[in-house]
């Protein structure tokens, strides 16, 4: 695996490799990778020839400075992952790379960063659409792949991308879970044991939730998810909302939306996490 610090170096390289013909698909992360991860890398690998990892944990879009500080770091681990999994090449810069200066440019998605994360998150979606535009004029993929745990950055990300023009393809990967089903996370690994066990019950109630939101008027299936989660005495429910899939709308009619999204948060702890479900075509 090539390793790159600089942009001047990793450009050099793609631009050889583009040359030789090859298609470049780019995995953008924080580090701290899991399972989740390896399964944007394969997705990566399964369709272009030369898959580029980026470690970057981005000061930008920390809203909350203990959270920034807190952010698992664990490079040397990463690395040994990223090349045990066939990555070929994984470009980790320093701050200084990607933000030489501080910057001008404010970015707002407008509705879509209204609600959810962007709403309890303020100025999230600026930092993380500054770095992903920044990461894909550096690395310029033909395709990016991004998780469908964070479904309104996978929204979000898109719309940059037709808004500035980039020539990329996005995918969007399904979510990797632990096997009581809580969304894998680099956050998880803050959580005790306990902790951990009782943050199941996110996608449990979830999954509940998409059983009866067909059935239920929308103010009962809010009750009912807000009744499930505080029986867990660890859980505390930040959000929870039924959201058409494509446009992260509320939704009125649940009947009348093509796909829905069903989306919360919630604090297991001191830990932020969020889940979510898709209900493609009834
Ligand atoms: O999803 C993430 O890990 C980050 O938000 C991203 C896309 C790498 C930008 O920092």
Do not use: W
Request: charged share 25%; net charge negative; with cysteine.
């Amino acid at each position: 695996m090539e390793v790159f610090q600089t942009s001047a170096a990793l450009k050099k390289y793609l631009f050889q490799q583009r040359c030789s013909g090859k298609i470049i698909g780019f995995v953008p992360t924080m580090g701290a990778l899991h399972e989740g991860h390896l399964s944007l890398l394969e997705a990566a690998q399964r369709t272009t020839d030369c898959t580029v990892c980026s470690i970057f944990v981005n000061p930008t879009q920390f809203n909350n400075s203990t959270d920034l500080a807190k952010y698992p770091r664990t490079l040397e681990a990463d690395r040994a992952l990223l090349e045990a999994a066939g990555c070929d090449v994984l470009f980790c810069p320093d701050e200084q790379e990607i933000y030489p200066d501080q910057g001008l440019l404010r970015l707002d998605f407008g509705p879509l960063e209204q609600r959810m994360e962007g709403a309890y998150r303020p100025g999230h979606f600026h930092g993380v659409g500054l770095v992903v535009a920044k990461l894909l004029h550096k690395v310029s993929p033909d395709k990016a792949f991004f998780g469908q745990k964070d479904l309104q950055q996978f929204r979000i990300v898109a719309q940059l991308v037709r808004d500035l023009s980039f020539d990329v393809q996005l995918e969007m990967v399904p979510i990797q879970r632990e096997a009581h089903g809580l969304a894998m996370s680099s956050r998880n690994r803050r959580l005790t044991p306990e902790q951990r066990h009782e943050a199941g019950q996110l996608y449990a109630t979830l999954q509940r939730a998409a059983a009866r939101v067909f059935e239920l008027p929308l103010p009962q299936l809010h009750r009912m998810v807000e009744e499930q989660l505080s029986a867990s005495p660890s859980i505390r429910l930040e959000y929870f909302e039924v959201v058409d899939a494509h446009t992260l709308e509320p939704v009125q009619d649940v009947h009348q939306a093509e796909a829905l999204a069903l989306c919360l948060a919630a604090y297991v702890g001191e830990v932020r996490l969020i889940d979510n479900v898709l209900m493609e075509e009834k």
